[in-house]
C-alpha cells in the first residue's frame, strides 16, 4: 500500500548529506574563481597552474602509447617500470631510498595520495598539526577523514617558517600526524636542513608520523631542496608525496605518488583498490618519460619563474605593498595591509575595477588575512599589464616596472 505523497514526511535534500560533509565550506579559490570566468579581459594571477604547455616529449609519449594500445588496468600500485624510475628519482634527488616493488604507490595527482595517507592513518578525533597558511584543501582533507585539524599560524617575520616551538606547544595527547608542505602554497616559504632537524626531532620525540607534501621542490631557488624522509629516524615515520604537475607543467595529467614504509603504502593501496583502482595508463607512460628526459624542461621553466618573481617583488615593493621574497614555489604572498582593506575587499575591488584577479590571503586560513596570493605561473607580458593595473588601483602614480 503507498501512502499520498502529503502523508509522507517530506525533509529538504539537504538531509542526506553527510553532517561531515556539510561543515566543510567551499573553496574560497574556486568560487572566486567561478566569478573570474563569467568575466572578460580578466588578467589572472590566481590559478596555480603552469602557463607552459607539457613539454612535447612528454605529450609524445602518452600519444603513442595510445598507438600502442596501451589502454588498459595496471597493477593497483602502478607500473613497475614507473614505481622504479620514481624510486630512482627519489633516491638521487631527496637522499632517501625505497623499495619500487612495496614502497612506491602512484596515485591520481598529489591530492589522491594526501586523501589516502589521511584516511590510511587516521581514526576518529586523531588531530593532525599543520602550518597556516596553507593549502587550501588540508583542512577539509583532515575533516573527511574524520581527523581534526590544528593549525599552526606562521608569521612573515619570520618568513612564513614553521618553528619546532610552536609545534611543540600546538602538541596534546591526541596528535598523531604532522603535515608539512615545503615549499609553501601560498607564501612559498622553505626550511633550511637545520631548521627540518628541529621539527624532526619534536617528531620523534612525540611519536608524530609526518605527512610531506613536496610538490613544488623542484621550483627551489635559492639552495637545494631538503626532505624531512631523508632525516636520521624520519623514513621510518614519513610519508613522503609528490607529483609531475607543477614542475613538469602535467596538470591535466593528474598523476602523482607516494613512498613510505611498506605497511603504510600497503594500507593507503588497499583503500586506493576500491576507490580508483589504478591511475590512468596513459598518464604514467607520460609521468614515465618526463622523470626520464624531463629535467632539462624542468630547469627551464624554473628559470623562468625566477624572472617572474624577481619582477614581481621588485614591483610590489615600488608599490609600496611589502613582501616576502618566496625562495620556493610560484606564488607572491604579498602585503595589502597599507591599503587598509581587508584581503576580501581588496581582491574583489582589484576585478571589479581593473580586470586582475589574485585569490584573498583569507582562502588559505585566518592567518592569511591582510595578504593576496599572486601567481607567477602567468606570462611576463600578462604580470607587467597586471602590475600596472593594481597600481592603477591603489593609486599608486610612479612607475612600477
Avoid at 624510475?85 to 591520481?108: Q, R, W
Avoid at 618526463?290 to 617583488?313: I, K, P, S, T, W
Avoid at 621574497?325 to 604579498?334: D, K, M, S, T, W
Avoid at 586582475?356 to 592567518?367: D, L
Amino acid at each position: 500500500m503507498h501512502l499520498p505523497l502529503s502523508s509522507v514526511s517530506m525533509n529538504s535534500t539537504d538531509d542526506f548529506v553527510a553532517e561531515h560533509v556539510r561543515s566543510i565550506p567551499r573553496s574560497g579559490i574556486r568560487d572566486f574563481f567561478e566569478i573570474v570566468q563569467s568575466m572578460t579581459g580578466v588578467i589572472s594571477l590566481g590559478i596555480g597552474e603552469p602557463d607552459f604547455v607539457t613539454p612535447w616529449h612528454i605529450r609524445e609519449a602518452a600519444i603513442y602509447a595510445l598507438e600502442r594500445g596501451k589502454t588498459g588496468y595496471t597493477s593497483n600500485l602502478g607500473l613497475m617500470r614507473l614505481r622504479e624510475v620514481i624510486s630512482e628519482y627519489v633516491t638521487e634527488h631527496y637522499h632517501v631510498s625505497y623499495d619500487p616493488a612495496t614502497e612506491v604507490l602512484v596515485t591520481v595527482g598529489v591530492s589522491e595520495a594526501l586523501d589516502l595517507a589521511l584516511r590510511a592513518v587516521l581514526n576518529p578525533g586523531d588531530e593532525v598539526l599543520y602550518h597556516e597558511p596553507c593549502y587550501v584543501s588540508y583542512s577539509p582533507s583532515i575533516a573527511l577523514a574524520h581527523g581534526h585539524a590544528v593549525a599552526i599560524s606562521t608569521r612573515e617575520e619570520d618568513e612564513f617558517k614553521l618553528r619546532a616551538s610552536a609545534l611543540r606547544a600546538a602538541i596534546t595527547p591526541r596528535s598523531k600526524v604532522l603535515l608539512l608542505n615545503f615549499p609553501t602554497n601560498p607564501t612559498g616559504a622553505v626550511l633550511t636542513p637545520a631548521e627540518l632537524e628541529e621539527i624532526a626531532a619534536v617528531c620523534r620525540e612525540h611519536n608524530l608520523l609526518v605527512i610531506t607534501d613536496e610538490i613544488y621542490s623542484e621550483l627551489s631557488y635559492k639552495d637545494a631542496h631538503t626532505s624531512i624522509a631523508s632525516l636520521p629516524g624520519m623514513r621510518e615515520r614519513t610519508i613522503f608525496l609528490h607529483g609531475f604537475s607543477k614542475a613538469f607543467a602535467m596538470t591535466g595529467f593528474r598523476i602523482g605518488y607516494a613512498c613510505a614504509p611498506a605497511p603504510l603504502i600497503d594500507a593507503m593501496m588497499r583503500i586506493h583498490q576500491y576507490g580508483i583502482l589504478c591511475a590512468p595508463i596513459v598518464s604514467q607512460e607520460a609521468a614515465l618519460e618526463a622523470l626520464r628526459h624531463g629535467r632539462n624542461d624542468m630547469l627551464e621553466m624554473r628559470e623562468q619563474y625566477r624572472l617572474r618573481r624577481n619582477f614581481l617583488v621588485n614591483s610590489f615593493r615600488a608599490m609600496g605593498l611589502p613582501c616576502f621574497e618566496p625562495l620556493g614555489a610560484f606564488y607572491l604572498f604579498a602585503s595589502i595591509k597599507p591599503t587598509g582593506k581587508t584581503s576580501h575587499d581588496f581582491a574583489f575591488g582589484l576585478l571589479k575595477a581593473e580586470q586582475v584577479a589574485v585569490v584573498p590571503g583569507t582562502a588559505f586560513g585566518p592567518s592569511g588575512e591582510g595578504y593576496v596570493r599572486c601567481s607567477y605561473a602567468t606570462s611576463m607580458e600578462q604580470l607587467e599589464i597586471a602590475v600596472q593595473r593594481i597600481a592603477k588601483f591603489i593609486g599608486h602614480s610612479k612607475p612600477v616596472a
